[in-house]
């Protein structure tokens, strides 16, 4: 396994100054005991910090260049992430990230449903030169993404095609992929 490609998590929080062990922190912490790959894992809770956090990771991190994956969980419908109680479109997200996720996989888990149009995924992709970008149709509070968000970065480690990612995928975890409804544009 190529152990040199890491996951950089940011998850939406109501509150960055309480702490508090997330889902999500408690998902990754598994994966990297499970098959080693190491992730950094950070809150926010407006726009401001989101910006702040992947802007640190790109200039400040010199092993930005290892992060294969960029794995948003923030809350949302369709075409749009919610930050404290604002609603921005992922156009805004892609001009915040203007060419700054080349070779990238954006991945967002279903606690938002990623559900764009050719056209939208395309502006997403050519804006911010993200390899792919990829996530759920289906959002559910019931049904946690986490396992098969950590199958499919576990796929992504060594794998380079992003297709045989996703029939991998499929292949291993159908009725999960179904259920959640598991879309991935590039």
Sequence with gaps: ?????FIFCLEA?????TEETTETFRSLEKLALQT???????TCDTIEGLEESLNA??????????????YLVVPGERNTICLNNYYYSLEE???LFEGKMKGKILHFA??????????????????TR???VSGYGVRS?????????????????DEDNVIEIVELLHEKYYAACKLLDFRLYY
Excluded: W
């Excluded at 396994?1 to 490609?5: R, V």
């Excluded at 990771?57 to 960029?70: R, T």
């Excluded at 509070?141 to 480690?157: G, H, I, R, T, V």
């Design 13 to 17: 929080v109501p509150d960055i100054d």
């Design 130 to 132: 993200a390899r792919a």
């Design 93 to 95: 997200i892609a001009e």
């Design 141 to 157: 509070s019931k049904a946690n993404s986490n396992p098969l968000d950590n199958a499919f970065f576990s796929f992504c480690q």
């Design 110 to 127: 279903n606690t938002k449903s990623l559900d764009l149009d050719g056209e939208e995924a395309q502006y997403f992709l050519d804006v």
């Design 57 to 70: 990771l790109l200039y400040e991190d010199h092993n930005f260049k290892n992060y294969e994956i960029i």
């Design 36 to 42: 080693g790959i190491d992730s950094i894992y950070k």
């Design 1 to 5: 396994m190529d152990n040199d490609k």
